[in-house]
């Protein structure tokens, strides 16, 4: 069933576990994350970043389809549909749509903008019954055009943001998108105890959780994480498993070239990914 992520996050902060966001790309991703939270039990959100919601002809299609898919394989695990580092424009395009969760990254704006429009978008969620994340600091990396430079957040300012209403926040705390550099230093855990300190309960959001260290995993988790990003490990799992399935040359087999048989290596490789994950952040049978 399709709902807000403010209450599926509340219980992971209380019961000491996290909620994976897993990004969607287009049906098969969709359909895999959506079955697996089923045969684990687990809460899910999908995550779908502004460049991706393009590529599936726009959010009102995203929409539609998720919805469609959770009524048509009988999901009944809370699932929430939730842009990904969204713009003012696209917050508003996703409300309209029908998602049932927003994230506004005003992280690269003047600390006075971001809650500014923070303040705004708060509103207008709500309003609507959606949840809400907001950004602090920001996410080292790349993911689908949105560049962060990996500036640790200020736990006073996740604190400012944190009193505006948000649901959940983000804080960058030495995180990255896509895959981690041999140098990286790993997470700062002294500003992740710092912001926990000063925001008590409201559930803190990790992005770039693939290529984390299951203990750092794990430790986040302990400090007040309570959602967790996935994408690009989804991404290099349906790569490899479709390279592999052409590789050995089964698309050559018959109707191997089918699209349904070409990207069902892909597929099952995600739903492979997402139930690791699912066990490890805790959330099997949490639904």
Not at 218 to 228: E, T
Not at 241 to 266: E, M, S
């Amino acid at each position: 069933m399709l709902v807000s992520a403010t209450e599926m996050l509340k219980k992971a902060v209380s019961g000491h576990y996290a909620v994976g966001q897993f990004n969607i790309n287009n049906l098969e991703w969709t359909k895999a994350v959506l079955l697996t939270a089923q045969e684990n039990n687990s809460p899910v959100i999908l995550g779908v970043s502004e460049g991706a919601g393009k590529y599936m002809t726009g959010f009102d299609t995203v929409a539609a389809m998720v919805k469609a898919m959770i009524n048509s394989l009988g999901i009944t695990v809370p699932v929430a549909l939730h842009l990904d580092h969204g713009t003012y424009e696209g917050c508003y395009k996703c409300i309209k749509a029908g998602f049932s969760s927003i994230m506004f990254d005003g992280s690269h704006f003047p600390i006075e903008e971001n809650i500014e429009k923070t303040t705004e978008l708060v509103h207008a969620a709500h309003n609507m019954g959606l949840s809400i994340e907001a950004e602090v600091g920001s996410i080292g990396g790349e993911e689908d055009g949105v560049i962060g430079a990996g500036e640790i957040a200020d736990p006073n300012e996740c604190k400012m943001i944190a009193d505006l209403g948000v649901d959940f926040l983000a804080a960058g705390i030495g995180n990255i998108h896509g895959k981690y550099p041999e140098n990286w230093q790993g997470l700062d855990f002294d500003a992740l105890a710092k912001t926990k300190a000063l925001i008590g309960d409201l559930p803190l959001v990790l992005h770039g959780g693939t290529g984390i260290p299951e203990d750092m995993i794990k430790k986040a988790i302990s400090l007040g994480v309570a959602k967790i990003n996935v994408n690009t490990e989804c991404q290099l799992y349906f790569q490899q498993a479709t390279r592999d399935y052409i590789l050995a040359g089964k698309d050559l087999v018959g109707k191997g070239f089918d699209p349904r048989k070409l990207l069902a290596p892909g597929y099952e490789g995600i739903k492979t990914i997402v139930k690791e994950k699912m066990e490890l952040f805790g959330s099997v049978n949490k639904a």
